[in-house]
């Protein structure tokens, strides 16, 4: 079976920066697109970026572009996500995600989360 386990998340005083990791196993498949998701009380669930499994596509979203990478190393399955310039409005829970095989997004983002790590919760103090 799949499973994610992801790391990392903490306080942090706003304009500081975080590194989130996901380490996944029990993959049948090498083709997939895994990526970080996040849900903030009383909010909608909010794609925050995808990679490719070689880790050449990638994609944000727009209110984080300029201060989050997402990066992976492809060897261990695991994803990284470095988050610099925290903001208040970073405050979630993240959650990864991996796609069930193919079954990924032109953006490499999972479909349908049938792959997902337990959050991980990011609290950014204003």
């Known amino acids: 079976d799949v499973q994610l386990q992801a790391s990392g998340g903490g306080l942090v005083q706003a304009g500081g920066s975080l590194r989130l990791s996901c380490a996944a196993s029990g993959l049948s498949f090498d083709d997939y697109g895994m990526g970080w998701f996040r849900q903030a009380p009383g909010k909608e669930r909010e794609v925050v970026s995808c990679i490719s499994s070689t880790g050449t596509s990638t994609y944000y979203a727009d209110s984080v572009k300029g201060r989050f990478s997402i990066s992976n190393d492809a060897s261990k399955n695991t994803v990284y996500l470095q988050m610099n310039s925290l903001k208040s409005e970073d405050t979630a829970v993240y959650y990864c995600?991996?796609?069930?095989?193919?079954?990924?997004?032109?953006?490499?983002?999972?479909?349908?989360?049938?792959?997902r790590g337990k959050g991980t919760l990011v609290t950014v103090s204003s």
């Open positions: 995600a991996l796609s069930n095989g193919r079954d990924y997004s032109p953006d490499y983002c999972p479909v349908g989360y049938h792959h």
